[in-house]
Structures are given as C-alpha cells and as structure tokens.
C-alpha cells in the first residue's frame, strides 16, 4: 500500500514518455515524401525515466531529512533571555530538551507531531531558614525557664508604686508633666 503512490507516478510518467514520441511521429509533414523513423519506443527510454524518478525520490525520502535536520539542529535563545535550554539529546523520533524558565526546568519532546512538555524537572529547594513550629519554640522556652531561675523573676512584674503602676512607669509620667510646663 506504500508503494502503490510511487508506481501510480511512474505510470502516468511512462504513459507520457510514450504518448511524447508518438506525438513526435505524428508531426511530421504529410507533403512529404518518405516517413522518417521517430525515436525508438523501446524499453530504455522508459527504464531511464524510472531510474531518474527513483533517485529523485531517494534524495527527498533520504537526504532532504537529514539536510534539514543539521540546518537547524541547535535552539538558540536571544541574550538575557528568561528561556535558556540547559540541555538536549537527541533520540530517533526528535529531541528532549531541559529548558529553564522563569525558575522552573521542563523537560520537552520535539518532535515531527509538535512540542510536547513531558515533566516539571524543577529541584526543590531545601527548607534551611525554615521557621520553628509553636511546639518547638513552647518546648525551648520551657526548657531556658526551667534552667534559669533568675530569667523568671526578670520576667515577672515589678513592685507598683502609689498609683498602682510600676515605678518606672511614673518616673517617666513625672517626667513628661514636668517638661509639659
């Protein structure tokens, strides 16, 4: 069945190589005299043109591929692009890039069909600045409250003055009613 396009045009080309010569005998005058022979409407004709047909159809099946394929084998991104392509491999049905953008790798197939993206590569990032959880930080500050004694007591509040505010406290509100005069 793959064939049968190939021999279809074979055929139409060596019905018209055929129809081209007798159209060429046909010309000729009919004033005169002898008929000349034509060229020969033997097999070499016809086996040329199949020839020339085969190694046209070689060249486009085999060579033009190829051709096409080194002329633009590399991608090329323009400089301070956000797109790079960190790597290619090239397998039977197209290639596999791994292309960086914006911060995140891809793996792409690209092939005859298209491109088609296969896998988010991206590595992730490990969690060093990570911040505790509450359970961490309550059991920190269980363990520096029971190993120092003297941090609870800087912590507690102080003593209120007349008021019933701390003694710092009103010092400072003293001091404030003092420069407000």
């Not at 005299?33 to 040329?48: E, N």
């Not at 953008?101 to 060093?128: F, H, I, M, N, W």
């Not at 409250?145 to 003297?150: K, L, N, Q």
Request: hydrophobic share 50%.
């Amino acid at each position: 069945m793959k064939r049968l396009p190939a021999v279809s045009v074979l055929a139409v080309c060596a019905q018209g190589a055929l129809a081209q010569s007798a159209l060429d005998l046909a010309k000729g005058e009919v004033t005169s005299a002898p008929v000349q022979q034509g060229p020969s409407l033997g097999l070499m004709p016809l086996i040329q043109m199949m020839v020339a047909i085969g190694i046209v159809l070689g060249l486009v099946k085999f060579l033009l591929p190829r051709l096409a394929g080194r002329l633009n084998k590399r991608l090329s991104t323009p400089i301070g692009s956000q797109i790079r392509i960190e790597d290619s491999a090239t397998f039977a049905g197209g290639t596999l890039h791994i292309v960086e953008v914006r911060g995140k790798a891809l793996l792409l197939s690209v092939g005859t069909q298209g491109v088609t993206c296969l896998a988010d590569v991206t590595e992730p990032k490990a969690a060093d600045t990570a911040a505790p959880t509450f359970m961490e930080v309550l059991e920190n500050a269980e363990a520096a409250m029971e190993s120092a004694p003297a941090a609870v007591a800087a912590v507690r509040p102080r003593p209120a003055g007349n008021s019933g505010q701390p003694a710092d406290v009103e010092e400072a509100l003293r001091r404030l009613s003092a420069l407000s005069q």
